[in-house]
């Protein structure tokens, strides 16, 4: 695994900015860390998008939390467990769960837009594997939009924070004493610059595009991972990718399959064949709403039964007015594409849509590289296990966001940086645009077939070797631009899911051997 993606003449033309922290990221892991840290620390949010460019903008379920008397923490955390197939953390569950409500309380504060009933108490939703109501919702079906906006307005308007859009971070550097910056492509001129500083947070969400059907937008490739990886960081559960059972069929959007919320099974929607069989019943006690690993299989099995491919959502016991309040995001793009909701049913199909796995980090996000931090989707704190349950991804961001400040702020680090030493290779070889485009087709569609929702050892032992050729291959590749860097980290990230996919010996969770 080669060390350093860039180590052309632009690392050290332009002058270092230094900073007391560096989050590379702009979802809410990245925002609510940087909001949590002392106004006297000078901030940097290195961005490869705008804010509106991250998995959390397009996350619409919401945010589970223990919030009403009924619920408790342990029911939460047997939920989580149930969901992660026994291979949660505890400590990480048990944080997880008991500080979810305080920030949501936060988030209240910070007036976060979520939805309230008349009497002013927080409607909350029901998802897959909850077996109560206890989702925060805002928008309706726009969680994720309406919490990332608000924290970037917060964010911006904060003197000690910086925000750089459209800066690709390339990779982490180190010396003896820990991380001491980052390196980052600047889009509209190609400049590259170095941000110093003594903590850097890696908040850059999953790992969507190295498949080839994905809920998450285009620059979710899995290079903040990787960066971390090559920075002597370790990464953990990598097996583990879990696959959203309801994706609208009708085109992609910029790139990415539009995600029907679990949420709209947990107000009462029901799976069908193109017979109009319902065939969830009987196959799990909580039938459409069982965790999301076994509503996938059971959607792939019944399409393999019925030669279709696609099953249907039907919503029809819910009236036009409900469903277009509840899920105003759904309902506009199902009418967009001529799905009249709910007297039409929804077709769908399962996609690749989060990653339990990821850089391991400590139940502050610390990891194994001094002042080197991980939360949100880059993370794996261990919640998760085998498989998430539903809306715990935005309530991790929070949780262990918030605990990365606090980390940071009691371990502050102050000692002296020097600027990193990086010779040039004398060995790089130049491949061409259209090279690199072949290659990163090839490369997910290995992925995709190999390293699906269903797996088999013989097609995961050939996916590993292509894989393993490609990235052999790309090695000593001179990386001067985006899509020759993100290559490089795809195939980092595939080649650590491919080898912990062949490691991991039992079937558990979404890591599904079928032989």
């Given amino acids: 695994m080669r060390r350093i993606l860039y180590r052309g003449e632009k690392l050290l033309q332009n002058p270092p900015k230094e900073y007391d922290v560096v989050i590379a990221g702009s979802g809410i892991a990245g925002l609510y860390a940087a909001l949590n840290l002392p106004e006297d620390k000078k901030i940097a949010i290195v961005t490869k998008t705008e804010i509106d460019g991250s998995n959390s903008w397009m996350a619409q379920g919401g945010i589970a939390a223990v919030l009403t008397p009924e619920d408790t923490y342990l029911m939460h955390e047997e939920d ?7 291979l949660c953390k505890k400590e990480a569950v048990q944080v997880l769960v008991e500080e979810g409500p305080e920030n949501i309380r936060q988030l209240e504060k910070w007036q976060v837009p979520f939805d309230y009933n008349e009497d002013g108490d927080l409607i909350l939703g029901r998802e897959g594997g909850h077996r109560l ?18 924290l970037g307005q917060l964010a911006m308007q904060k003197k000690n924070i910086d925000i750089y859009f459209k800066h690709y971070m390339i990779d982490i550097f180190t010396d003896e004493n820990g991380v001491c910056g980052i390196s980052a492509f600047r889009e509209k001129d190609g400049e ?36 971390a990886a090559r920075a002597g960081a370790v990464l953990e559960n990598m097996e583990m990718v879990q696959f959203h ?15 029907i919320s679990e949420a709209v099974r947990g107000e009462g929607a029901k799976l069908k064949n193109g017979k109009g069989e319902y065939f969830m019943q009987g196959k799990h006690p909580m039938a459409d709403l069982a965790p999301r690993d076994i ?8 399409l393999r039964r019925t030669g ?35 007297e039409d049913a929804i077709p769908i199909h399962p996609a690749q849509h989060y990653f339990m796995g990821g850089v391991q980090t400590g139940l502050f996000a610390e990891t194994a590289v001094p002042g080197l931090y991980a939360c949100g989707e880059v993370s794996c704190t261990g919640v998760h296990g085998a498989n998430r349950l539903a809306s ?3 309530l991790e961001c929070l949780v262990f966001g918030r605990r990365c400040a606090q980390h940071i702020t009691k371990h502050f680090r102050t000692d002296p940086i020097a600027l ?26 290995t992925v995709s077939d190999c390293f699906g929702p269903v797996r088999h050892r013989a097609e995961m032992a050939a996916g590993e070797q292509q894989i393993a050729a490609l990235l052999q291959k790309y090695e000593n590749a001179v990386c001067e631009n985006v899509p020759e860097m993100e290559l490089c980290n795809m195939l980092l990230i595939a080649d650590k899911i491919a080898k912990a996919a062949i490691a991991r010996k039992e079937s558990v969770g979404a890591h599904y051997v079928e032989d």
């Fill in 80 to 86: 989580t467990f149930t969901a992660g197939a026994g």
């Fill in 133 to 150: 109501r206890r989702i925060a919702h805002a928008g309706g079906d726009a969680t994720g939009r309406e919490t990332t906006k608000r």
């Fill in 192 to 227: 590259i610059f170095l941000f110093l500083a003594r903590h850097i947070i890696v908040a850059t969400g999953g790992i969507g595009q190295i498949y080839r059907h994905t809920t998450n937008p285009l620059g979710a490739v899995g290079d903040g991972m990787a960066a």
């Fill in 245 to 259: 059972p309801t994706t609208l069929t009708a085109g992609e959007v910029d790139g990415r399959l539009f995600l």
């Fill in 295 to 302: 509503v996938t299989r059971c959607i792939l099995k019944e």
């Fill in 308 to 342: 279709e491919d696609r099953a249907y959502l039907d919503c029809s016991h819910m009236t036009r007015e409900f469903f277009s309040a509840r899920f105003p995001t759904i309902f506009a793009q199902c009418e967009r594409v001529g799905i009249h909701v709910p």
């Fill in 392 to 394: 715990n991804s935005m």
């Fill in 420 to 445: 990193p030493a990086v010779a040039e290779s004398a060995h790089e070889i130049k491949f061409s645009a259209e090279e690199v485009a072949a290659d990163r087709k090839a490369l997910r569609k």
